[in-house]
């Protein structure tokens, strides 16, 4: 079966960096594409930022460019998203997600498969 697994989240203070990891099991990964994405109590899943399989990136958030840097491993079946000079607003739980494809897609359903989440937390 499919498993997605977040990992490097934490608590980090206003200005920091983290760098997030997910690595994926049960599926021909470079099939798909990948994406992060990342939810805030009370809000919305939002996109963050995704990869395709030929490599090509996308970013969502305005406030994402400059400061989020995504990366895939194709060989060890891992995507990164590097994130510096973190603001509180960045507080959330992030989520990694594959859909099959070639193409990056900002929407929560067009993603088949997600991890359990890693909350990150910026401190002012």
């Known amino acids: 079966q499919v498993q997605l697994v977040e990992s490097g989240g934490g608590l980090v203070q206003a200005g920091g960096s983290l760098r997030l990891s997910c690595a994926a099991s049960?599926?021909?990964?470079?099939?798909?594409?990948l994406g992060w994405f990342r939810q805030a109590p009370g809000m919305e899943r939002e996109f963050v930022a995704g990869?395709?399989?030929?490599?090509?990136?996308?970013y969502d958030l305005d406030s994402a460019r400059g400061r989020f840097t995504i990366s895939r491993d194709d060989s060890k079946n891992t995507v990164d998203l590097q994130m510096n000079s973190l603001v509180p607003e960045d507080t959330a739980v992030y989520y990694c997600?594959?859909?099959?494809?070639?193409?990056?897609?900002?929407?929560?359903?067009?993603?088949?498969?997600w991890g359990q989440g890693t909350q990150v937390t910026v401190s002012s």
């Open positions: 997600a594959a859909r099959r494809g070639v193409a990056v897609r900002p929407k929560t359903w067009e993603y088949d498969y």
């Open positions: 049960g599926l021909t990964f470079s099939d798909y594409a």
């Open positions: 990869v395709s399989g030929s490599g090509a990136y996308a």
